[in-house]
């Protein structure tokens, strides 16, 4: 398990840098390229929603979704949430819904009590799905911690980050996505 563990960590460094290289560039000067994964997939198996109701991917069809998987203990993942959080704060009202992920790389993390408490510690304000049972992630085909998906109003999937970094960009990214929903939605 432990191996494992290593190889993904080493694996999500050396190619985390150079996936968010390849999905968050310019198609101009500063501005983000998109790729078009498909249709994202829908949250699966969540053992219990924190912050919020049952949501799902469908019902979120109009809305720009960014879902970030991560696990309270994760150092990586800790260091991405003030960003995340920022993110929500400053683009919820614009039509960005976030979502956390939380699934545990260790059984002590797949506590209800200890993922709510972590979500308080950290301020987090958003939905946060308990993906206790890797469903979700299965479904996302996911593999790192801490990983983030931008989804456009369509449901697709348009953007893909795993690891730390690229804090502009996915900004940048999250910006245009809802302009172009507020553009298109004032025609």
Same mark, same amino acid.
């Given at each position: 398990?432990?191996?494992?563990?290593?190889?993904?960590?080493?694996?999500?460094? /050396?190619?985390?840098?150079?996936?968010?290289?390849?999905?968050?560039?310019?198609?101009?000067?500063?501005?983000? /390229?998109?790729?078009?994964? *498909?249709?994202?997939?829908?949250? &699966? *198996?969540?053992?219990?929603?924190?912050? &919020?109701?049952?949501?799902?991917?469908? &019902?979120?069809?109009?809305?720009?979704?960014?879902?970030?998987?991560?696990?309270?203990?994760?150092?990586?993942?800790?260091?991405?949430?003030?960003?995340?959080? #920022?993110?929500?704060? !400053?683009? !919820?009202?614009?039509?960005?819904?976030?979502?956390?992920?939380?699934?545990?790389?260790?059984?002590?993390? !797949?506590? /209800?009590?200890?993922?709510?408490?972590?979500?308080?510690?950290?301020?987090? #304000?958003?939905?946060?799905a308990q993906d206790n049972q890797y469903?979700?992630? !299965?479904?996302?085909?996911?593999?790192?911690?801490?990983?983030l998906y931008l989804i456009d109003r369509? *449901?697709?999937?348009?953007?893909?980050?795993? *690891?730390?970094?690229?804090?502009?960009?996915?900004?940048?990214?999250?910006?245009?996505?809802?302009?172009? /929903?507020?553009?298109?939605?004032?025609?």
């Open positions: 398990m432990m191996d494992r563990y290593i190889r993904r960590l080493l694996l999500a460094t /050396a190619l985390g840098a150079c996936t968010a290289a390849s999905t968050i560039t310019s198609s101009r000067a500063g501005e983000p /390229a998109f790729s078009d994964y *498909g249709e994202a997939p829908e949250f &699966s *198996g969540i053992e219990r929603w924190l912050n &919020s109701d049952a949501l799902s991917v469908r &019902s979120l069809r109009g809305k720009v979704v960014l879902i970030d998987f991560w696990t309270y203990s994760c150092i990586n993942c800790l260091r991405t949430l003030p960003y995340v959080t #920022r993110w929500y704060d !400053k683009f !919820k009202d614009r039509g960005l819904v976030v979502i956390g992920v939380h699934t545990p790389e260790f059984g002590y993390e !797949k506590s /209800a009590r200890n993922v709510q408490l972590a979500i308080g510690r950290n301020g987090i #304000r958003y939905p946060v469903a979700t992630w !299965k479904a996302f085909d996911n593999e790192y911690w801490p990983a369509r *449901g697709h999937l348009v953007l893909k980050h795993f *690891g730390e970094g690229s804090y502009d960009e996915t900004e940048r990214a999250i910006a245009a996505l809802i302009d172009t /929903a507020t553009t298109e939605a004032g025609k």
